[in-house]
Nanobody
Framework: QVELVEFGGGLVQAGDSLRLSCVFS????????MGWFRQAPGKEREEIAA???????YEADSVKGRFTLSRDNAKSTVYLQMNSLKPEDTAIYYC????????????WGQGTQVTVSS
């Protein structure tokens, strides 16, 4: 069974940076696409970034140019570097994993709160 644990959330000011980490365990990390999602109060959950085992990345328009996704397959960890944070980035951030053979994210972390004050 895959387990995902996120680290790194917190309270920051607008313009600050924050790095989230997600540690993967239970299966072979290099078989999984890793994604980051966020959900703000009263809003639907949105996918903001994803990275393949070969480190090809996707970033949503809302974070492109500010957020960078990377992974360390040796450490079974994926990172989300968030720069130039805005109050509208305030949300619970979730790490997720999907097997290369599937189209849906089957495993989710518990989430970590990111709050950006103006």
């Amino acid at each position: 069974q895959v387990e995902l644990v996120e680290f790194g959330g917190g309270l920051v000011q607008a313009g600050d940076s924050l790095r989230l980490s997600c540690v993967f365990s239970g299966r072979t990390f290099s078989w999984y696409v890793m994604g980051w999602f966020r959900q703000a109060p009263g809003k639907e959950r949105e996918e903001i970034a994803a990275i393949t085992p070969g480190s090809s990345t996707y970033e949503a328009d809302s974070v492109k140019g500010r957020f960078t996704l990377s992974r360390d397959n040796a450490k079974s960890t994926v990172y989300l570097q968030m720069n130039s944070l805005k109050p509208e980035d305030t949300a619970i951030y979730y790490c997720a994993a999907k097997d290369l053979r599937t189209s849906t994210y089957d495993y989710w972390g518990q989430g970590t709160q990111v709050t950006v004050s103006s």
